[in-house]
C-alpha cells in the first residue's frame, strides 16, 4: 500500500485533473488554448528555474571566492 504522503500527492493531482476537464467541459473551453497556457506557464517556470540556478551559482562562487 502506498504511503500517506504519497497517496495525498496522487489524490491532489488527480483534482488538478479533474478540475480542468470540468473547466474544459463546462465552460466550452478551447483544448487549444488550455495548451498553450500549459506551454506559457512551463515556458515561465523554466525562466524562473534558470534564473535562480543563476543565482545559486553566483552565491556559490562569490561564497568561494571570500573563503580563499
Not at 491532489?12 to 473547466?23: G, H, K, P, T, Y
Not at 463546462?26 to 487549444?32: C, E, H, I, K, T
Not at 534558470?50 to 545559486?56: L, N, Q
Amino acid at each position: 500500500m502506498a504511503s500517506k504522503r504519497r497517496r495525498s500527492f496522487i489524490t491532489s493531482v488527480l483534482a488538478c485533473i479533474a478540475f480542468i476537464a470540468a473547466a474544459i467541459w463546462s465552460w466550452d473551453l478551447p483544448v487549444a488554448d488550455v495548451l498553450s497556457y500549459l506551454v506559457l506557464m512551463l515556458v515561465f517556470l523554466a525562466v524562473i528555474v534558470a534564473v535562480a540556478f543563476g543565482f545559486g551559482a553566483l552565491l556559490n562562487w562569490l561564497r568561494n571566492r571570500r573563503n580563499k
